[in-house]
């Protein structure tokens, strides 16, 4: 495929949509094999939580993780429709046929996804459930658009940030700015919503998280992932939008629906089609909660 027509197509009847005025901003991982650990993590205020099949679960716990997941999903509870969505990062062609059926399965995420082939044929082992591939080494940042682009069920794309600078033997956070502009650029080229930003892995250092957070953002990033409840509102409050910017753009939606088309604002600004879309987005962000 090539791409789609429409910005943000619509998802499956039958699995939860996002709301465009209240976009996803904080996305809770949990281990697989801590069923305990996974109940408070739907309780703990995150938008999305991701049960983690693949890196944070032992090899000799995989099997107990797969199982505990498909009871924890097949609950009437994580399926009603005002319960938090339950994501699946899964480890291998098992955990997606054991629980690609199952009712409280919001989406897959899909790890170290180099190529389009390996979207296809998760889409065709699981019909209709939403794809969020990871995109975790050089190769797939070469091929970040084909990705993004391979399939409908595709929902948004990620980098894996931890297992891209092992690949590239970046050092520095900085060393990761073209990567992620990169799939910044593919997602709005595949009219997928804007990625959701990598993983902090010190859940101590807040601050640390607030800067990246800022930077993150300043790219084009929408969201974060998190390993600890202690990151959620560092990350949320990061990603809004301040006052200053909802004022800013309050004043520039209310300018033009005076007047259409280009214009200038009386403190200099100029203003077009592109910037009320902007004006509008930030508008929509603001009212979430």
């Known amino acids: 495929m090539t791409g789609r027509d429409t910005p943000f197509p619509p998802l499956p009847e039958d699995h939860p949509q996002d709301d465009p005025c209240r976009p996803p901003l904080t996305w809770l991982y949990v281990p697989g094999d801590r069923p305990e650990v996974v109940a408070k993590a739907l309780g703990s205020g995150a938008d999305v939580v991701i049960v983690d099949l693949e890196d944070a679960v032992a090899p000799d716990r995989k099997e107990y993780a797969r199982s505990a ?34 009712p409280g399965l919001a989406a897959f995420r899909l790890p170290k996804i180099t190529h389009a082939v390996s979207v296809h044929h998760v889409a065709a082992v699981a019909p209709g459930v939403p794809l969020y591939p990871l995109l975790e080494s050089a190769l797939a940042i070469e091929h970040a658009y084909s990705i993004a682009s391979a399939h409908h069920a595709v929902r948004g794309i990620a980098l894996g940030e931890a297992d891209l600078r092992a690949d590239l033997g970046v050092r520095e956070d900085a060393g990761l700015d073209w990567p ?40 084009g990033m929408l969201g974060r992932a998190a390993i600890h ?40 600004r100029f203003v077009d089609a592109a910037v009320v879309a902007s004006a509008r987005r930030t508008i929509a962000l603001a009212g979430r909660g």
Request: aromatic letters at 2%; hydrophobic letters at 50%.
């Open 69 to 102: 997941t498909a009871e924890l999903l097949g609950d009437q509870v994580t399926a009603a429709a005002d319960a938090v969505p339950v994501h699946v990062r899964v480890h291998g062609e098992d955990d997606v046929r054991a629980l690609a059926g199952l």
């Open 180 to 219: 992620r502009s990169r799939v910044v650029v593919a997602a709005r080229a595949a009219a997928l919503p804007p990625p959701v930003q990598s993983v902090f892995p010190d859940v101590r250092d807040l601050d640390g998280l607030w800067a990246s957070c800022v930077r993150g953002r300043a790219l």
């Open 229 to 268: 409840p202690r990151q959620l509102e560092v990350i949320e409050r990061a990603f809004r939008p301040t006052a200053e910017e909802i004022e800013a753009a309050e004043q520039i939606v209310a300018a033009s629906a005076v007047e259409a088309g280009a214009l200038a604002l009386p403190d200099g």
